[in-house]
T-cell receptor, first 116, second 111 residues
Framework: SAVISQKPSRDICQRGTSLTIQCQVDSQVTMMFWYRQQPGQSLTLIATANQGSEATYESGFVIDKFPISRPNLTFSTLTVSNMSPEDSSIYLC?????????????FGPGTRLTVL | DAKTTQPTSMDCAEGRAANLPCNHSTISGNEYVYWYRQIHSQGPQYIIHGLKNNETNEMASLIITEDRKSSTLILPHATLRDTAVYYCIVRVVTGGFKTIFGAGTRLFVKA
């Protein structure tokens, strides 16, 4: 299994600023993902972080608002840009690995973001 | 990825089996059924997955109907620590897989 850590674990930010969240995996993984979980809601996939190329964003999410980097097979960052109170959520990093049917996806503990 | 339908919430007595149903009537032949759970304030945790045969591991059993249109996750002896939101997901396992979460079932295990 893969162990995922995220920094920061939580932050309180002012409207209009940006926050970069770091995700570190303890082993090389093929896939990395970023999710958002608003209070009391399920997880929503923001994007797939592709190593060495631009991230693949889901409908409703754009690169200008959520720029993502993945410089290698164990690390990724998500930036929440020009924040507003509506961006207050838990942001979760996820990593996937495996072959064939044995295919697991692991999740980090999340970053709790509050925007004032 | 196919959509799934789960009850919003369920109760279970501690020590009894918890049976969590999931409907996935539009599942494709190459999609597997996965179950995850999310305990409060933690990231989701993988439980089990299967294609068409029943599966069992140290955490749970997964029963998939013959037509693959529904499945049931069984926690054989639920404990208070099993209180969580349980997500049933169907997805491919090859290529660029990704996990799309539905609303899940909130399971309350009561003493």
């Amino acid at each position: 299994s893969a162990v995922i850590s995220q920094k920061p674990s939580r932050d309180i930010c002012q409207r209009g600023t940006s926050l970069t969240i770091q995700c570190q995996v303890d082993s090389q993984v093929t896939m990395m993902f970023w999710y958002r979980q608003q209070p009391g809601q399920s997880l929503t996939l923001i994007a797939t972080a592709n190593q060495g190329s631009e991230a693949t964003y889901e409908s409703g999410f754009v690169i200008d608002k959520f720029p993502i980097s993945r410089p290698n097979l164990t690390f990724s960052t998500l930036t929440v840009s020009n924040m507003s109170p509506e961006d207050s959520s838990i942001y979760l990093c996820s990593a996937g690995q495996g072959q064939g049917s044995y295919n697991e996806q692991f999740f980090g503990p999340g970053t709790r973001l509050t925007v004032l | 990825d196919a959509k799934t339908t789960q009850p919003t919430s369920m109760d279970c007595a501690e020590g009894r089996a918890a049976n969590l149903p999931c409907n996935h009537s539009t599942i494709s032949g190459n999609e597997y059924v996965y179950w995850y759970r999310q305990i409060h304030s933690q990231g989701p945790q993988y439980i089990i997955h299967g294609l068409k045969n029943n599966e069992t591991n140290e955490m749970a059993s997964l029963i998939i109907t013959e037509d693959r249109k529904s499945s049931t996750l069984i926690l054989p002896h639920a404990t208070l620590r099993d209180t969580a939101v349980y997500y049933c997901i169907v997805r491919v396992v090859t290529g660029g897989f990704k996990t799309i979460f539905g609303a899940g079932t909130r399971l309350f295990v009561k003493a």
